[in-house]
């Protein structure tokens, strides 16, 4: 028997005797980590140990916290981030029923608003465009409202310049 198989055996020894002695409905686990060693990591649980549970309790009184800096957390937020996005640009949605087609759908909706939107003013400035020609051939009106009209079209044109055609 490993030196390994040695530890196994003698650790789930003691975990059995600790449970033993735990109150009803406790859970107990043993983590055993070398930092940037995940090939060492040892995880010894018991029956019916629900991992969400042990992370709540980390969280509660060990420390843990969403302010922290941790790699799980970070892939999970960059998940997050993936998924906005590529619903904004309605591309690689998620597969059926994966916790990330929410966050797919929210960017899909901001995308969706941002192309309306684009349209809505690519008419308006149209529209304000075809006004202003009207009111420079016809002649006689305010100057202030030609050089106002102007000016909006001349913003909307630095908007839309940003915009995909």
């Keep these: 028997m490993s030196a390994t198989e040695r530890f196994h055996h003698t650790a789930n020894d003691c975990l059995e005797r600790l449970a033993a002695d735990l109150w009803p409905d406790a859970k107990l686990a043993l983590v055993i980590y070398t930092p940037n060693k995940p090939e060492l990591d040892i995880v010894l649980k018991d ?5 969400d549970e042990v992370i709540n309790t980390l969280r509660r009184s ?3 916290s969403l302010d922290g800096e941790n790699v799980y957390k970070r892939s999970v937020c960059d ?3 993936g998924a906005l996005a590529t619903g904004k640009q309605n591309s690689n949605p998620p597969p059926v029923g994966h916790w990330g087609q929410e966050f797919w759908d929210i960017g899909r909706a901001e995308g969706a608003l941002q192309e309306e939107l684009v349209q809505a003013l690519r008419l308006a400035r149209k529209e304000l465009d075809a006004c202003q020609r009207v009111i420079h051939y016809a002649g006689g009106f305010d100057p202030a409202y030609v050089d106002d009209a102007q000016a909006a079209i001349k ?3 630095a908007v839309l310049a940003k915009t995909p055609a």
């Design 47 to 51: 029956s019916g140990l629900n991992v």
């Design 62 to 64: 060990g420390g843990l």
């Design 79 to 81: 998940v997050i981030i």
């Design 155 to 157: 913003i909307t044109d």
